[in-house]
């Protein structure tokens, strides 16, 4: 992507629906006079009469105590430097994001005018009583240090700043791991620290607290080693002074066993790796050039265990690993402050989790057969759905045992159910599909790329690294619109009426033919077909010249069903494809089947739709947990509708009894546990957390996911071709660029996944 194109997306991006990334949502009923009646005035006089008398009740009656302050003066944002307060309001933002999407925290970004340190304390303790914790943020050191100490003293609510603790801690459950893995001794290791900002500091001094001595510590900045004969050292930088006769990073990694860097790309040199001792500790952590390319190290020494902050390598050490569940524990037992023994805490359930037997779900993420403690696995991945109910437990525990817990936890399973009640939904899918397409690249086409929209999604599939693209349409109206929208990179362009693909076309026709000869088609008339987007496309998957396609935006429905049944066949054993809708609800995700297919389905119909819709949820790393839904329940009506459910749903208790389904079911039932417990205690769905559901027919699928589209603002993903050989998926007519790339990126999985079965 062009710097230009990618400058105007990032801006659109915060620019569009509306400006910013976060808004607040009202959390109670007001739709009547007499809601706004309680939630103002006179009403809202009671809670503030009870929280006059003791102001502990604030947390009993408002928000205050699930909600946190993203606090900077914008002196040191990310790597753009002393930028100021509003500039910096984009990342704080984003922040209070991060906090809602990992830990359902909700975030006020408060950006303060003020680079003073008592002026800025000042304030912030103003304003403290608003709120049940402060993430100091961005904040140029060392006027962050005594910041964050001051308000730590302060303050009786949990404070911490994420620049110096947040890396820490996670590259210190990383370097924890990455020790006992070489067998090595803390204590004996020398240790090198290139960086001496906030976040360097902080580093070192938790890795002292893990067992390193400071004799072995050897810190550089960007004049060299830092040494106690040098001039002007900060308070700071004088704590991690040495004395050993050193003056360059290349001096100092000489048998080094650990590289710590938190400076700038591509400052370390294979020649320095190389100096190093056996087994090499290498946390290239500059972001996003790290100081060392992953590929280099990894090629200049075998022995190396290695981690970046980025993404697409392995030992990823990401803040978003931290910052959320320190928070969550935090504040879930009213903790006063966020102390050393809450750190540590964090440092240690990170660090264990990571050698604990990972999810099926987290392999699937990463495209693993298994992913295990070892080298390239030394902390957990940060789509890990256990971090919600692993870490928090961990620092509420840490802040009780060290008496800074104001509402000790006393019921640890019900706080754990509760934390993964919290996790919630999201995106949480689309990122889970995005990150592993990403991990092994097929090929796809798009085969209505001369449409603007179409052709935006391939760009943004092809440049985050989604898929290999190819692009089907007219040529010359590609190439102009590939110029129109900054599409700078050379993909494959097809365009099937061109004299250039009459091979292609020949030798298409001849495939197609025989497989349709004796069903009407001769072999001018099959020939003839390549010269359409749709055929030719299809061919070209049947013929393993693509991987993966998707169509249907520029076109009605059925008319792209038809030949793709006709050049597509069904999976084996399959007897009817069928249509699913993944829709991202607030509940979480649910599967909506047949929602574009079958209009009547019959029993044996629906028995084949719940059989190829749980597979798809397995391949989400998910258990399916199947409703049958109608306007009945269990035997309440004898239509042929209820008659035919019933039917299906003793078909599968019978014949596939470890699948989890039941019905006929009323919609309200199945996705109410209470009630359903309540008046179907004998129901094998109780307490299960329904995510499929299978409906009676297509109106009534068809409506529901988009009515939860319009309506609830549910996002989206399909409708997932069930029961094809091949990644083939159609579009809704006008799908919007989002919804493309997100089926794109499925069809890309699910030939990863076929791949994979083969």
Request: aromatic share 6%; proline share 5%; charged share 25%.
């Amino acid at each position: 992507m062009s710097d230009s194109r990618k400058r105007h997306e990032a801006l659109l991006y915060h620019a569009k629906p509306k400006p910013g990334k976060i808004e607040v949502v009202p959390t109670k009923k007001y739709a009547t006079q007499h809601d706004l009646a309680l939630a103002y005035s006179p009403g809202v006089a009671e809670p503030c009469l009870e929280i006059a008398k003791d102001r502990e009740n604030v947390y009993k009656y408002t928000s205050k105590g699930n909600l946190v302050a993203v606090i900077t003066n914008g002196t040191a944002v990310l790597g753009l430097g002393d930028i100021g307060p509003e500039a910096s309001k984009p990342v704080m933002e984003g922040k209070g994001l991060l906090f809602k999407i990992f830990a359902d925290i909700d975030v006020f970004d408060i950006e303060v005018d003020a680079t003073d340190v008592d002026k800025f304390v000042e304030i912030v303790k103003a304003i403290a009583p608003t709120f049940g914790g402060i993430n100091l943020e961005d904040i140029k050191a060392p006027e962050a240090f005594e910041i964050e100490r001051r308000l730590i003293e302060e303050l009786n609510i949990p404070v911490m700043h994420d620049d110096q603790h947040g890396t820490a801690i996670i590259s210190g459950a990383a370097l924890k791991n990455a020790i006992e893995i070489t067998g090595k001794d803390i204590s004996k290791v020398k240790i090198i620290v290139n960086g001496a900002g906030a976040a360097a500091i902080s580093c070192t001094r938790l890795y002292l607290k893990l067992g390193a001595v400071l004799e072995n510590i050897v810190m550089c900045d960007s004049k060299g080693v830092i040494r106690k004969d040098r001039d002007n050292l900060t308070s700071q930088k004088a704590e991690f002074a040495t004395d050993q006769d050193l003056d360059s990073l290349e001096d100092a990694m000489q048998n080094a066993d650990v590289f710590i860097g938190l400076s700038t790309g591509n400052i370390v040199t294979p020649e320095m790796l190389l100096a190093m001792n056996n087994d090499p500790i290498v946390f290239a952590m500059a972001n996003p050039t790290p100081e060392i390319d992953y590929d280099l190290a990894i090629k200049t020494r075998k022995d190396i265990i290695m981690a970046t902050g980025r993404s697409d390598h392995p030992n990823q050490v990401n803040n978003v690993l931290g910052f959320p569940f320190i928070f969550r524990g935090a504040l879930d037992v009213r903790a006063t402050k966020i102390n050393e023994e809450m750190k540590m805490a964090a440092v240690h359930a990170l660090a264990d989790l990571a050698k604990r037997s990972v999810p099926e779900k987290v392999n699937i993420v990463y495209d693993e057969v298994s992913l295990s403690f070892g080298r390239e696995y030394i902390i957990p991945k940060p789509f890990d759905p256990r971090l919600i109910y692993e870490i928090p437990p961990a620092i509420a525990k840490a802040a009780m045992d060290s008496g800074v817990a104001l509402e000790p936890i006393t019921d640890w399973e019900k706080y754990r159910e509760e934390l993964m009640e919290r996790s919630g939904s999201g995106s949480k899918e689309i990122r889970m599909i995005h990150n592993r397409a990403k991990s092994n690249l097929k090929r796809i086409v798009f085969a209505e790329a001369d449409h603007l929209d179409v052709l935006k999604a391939a760009q943004r599939v092809h440049e985050e690294r989604l898929g290999k693209v190819i692009l089907l349409g007219r040529k010359e109206l590609i190439l102009e619109l590939k110029e129109e929208i900054g599409f700078t990179d050379d993909v494959p362009i097809f365009d099937p009426k061109t004299d250039e693909e009459e091979g292609r076309r020949k030798r298409f026709g001849e495939a197609y033919w025989k497989n349709r000869q004796r069903k009407g088609r001769t072999l001018s008339e099959a020939t003839k077909l390549m010269r359409e987007r749709t055929y030719f496309a299809a061919m070209m998957v049947n013929e393993n010249e693509a991987d993966a396609l998707i169509t249907g935006y520029s076109r009605p429905y059925p008319s792209v069903v038809k030949p793709i049944l006709e050049l597509i066949e069904k999976d084996k054993g399959v007897s009817k494809i069928a249509a699913c809708n993944l829709m991202l609800t607030k509940q979480g995700p649910l599967f909506l089947a047949d929602t574009t297919i079958n209009i009547n389905p019959s029993a044996k119909d629906m028995i084949n739709t719940t059989q190829m819709a749980s597979g798809l949820v397995k391949m989400f790393g998910m258990k399916p947990n199947v409703a049958m839904l109608s306007f009945s329940n269990f035997g309440s009506s004898n239509t042929e509708t209820s008659k035919k459910i019933r039917e299906a749903v003793a078909f599968m208790h019978k014949h596939y009894p470890n699948l989890v389904v039941d019905g006929e079911l009323q919609a309200d039932f199945a996705l109410n546990a209470e009630l359903l417990a309540k008046e179907f205690p004998f129901s094998k769905l109780n307490g299960k957390k329904v995510n499929v559901l299978i409906f009676p027919n297509l109106e009534s699928a068809n409506i529901t996911y988009k009515l939860l589209k319009q309506v609830q603002g549910a996002e989206s993903i399909g409708p997932m071709i069930l029961g094809l050989s091949k990644a083939v998926h159609i579009l809704q007519l006008g799908s919007s660029v989002d919804e493309m790339v997100n089926m794109a990126a499925l069809a890309c999985v699910d030939a990863q996944q076929r791949e994979k079965n083969k």
